[in-house]
């Protein structure tokens, strides 16, 4: 029995908060690139800097695109998420998010990402995902 891969058409609702939009996936490179412009409304925190729990989000999200485009919508599951902060970074400058799977195991699929502002480094991200193996 053959399973079709479902990908992504539209953001997840998560990503639409998020202010992200689909993005495009280099299947050659297994890379996932996506723009955003954070806001001010939901996405600051108490210094109106980016809050790092959302950029987390971002992180998690984008990495999951990366792997749905791959595998298909529901394909894996954050297993582990690692992020390091490198700048602050103030809402509404746009944003670049670029997720690579750098390692496939049997049940596990890791993936490195960054997020840039222009070309100032604002913060990477390494996740651990949890193949989903769907009857």
Request: net charge neutral; aromatic share 8%.
């Amino acid at each position: 029995m053959s399973t079709e891969i479902v990908i992504p058409s539209t953001p997840s609702p998560f990503g639409k908060t998020l202010r992200m939009d689909l993005g495009t996936f280099d299947s050659s490179a297994d890379e996932y690139r996506v723009g955003f412009t954070p806001g001010k409304d939901l996405l600051t925190n108490l210094l109106r800097t980016v809050h790092g729990g959302a950029l987390a989000g971002i992180f998690d999200e984008g990495s999951a695109m990366c792997i749905y485009f791959k595998y298909g919508i529901n394909s894996a599951v954050t297993q582990q998420l690692c992020v390091e902060y490198h700048n602050p970074v103030r809402p509404g400058l746009p944003l670049t998010l670029v997720a690579r799977i750098v390692k496939e195991e049997d049940s596990t699929i890791i993936v490195e990402a960054t997020i840039y502002s222009g070309s100032r480094l604002i913060a990477s991200c390494i996740s651990h995902w949890q193949r989903r193996h769907l009857p």
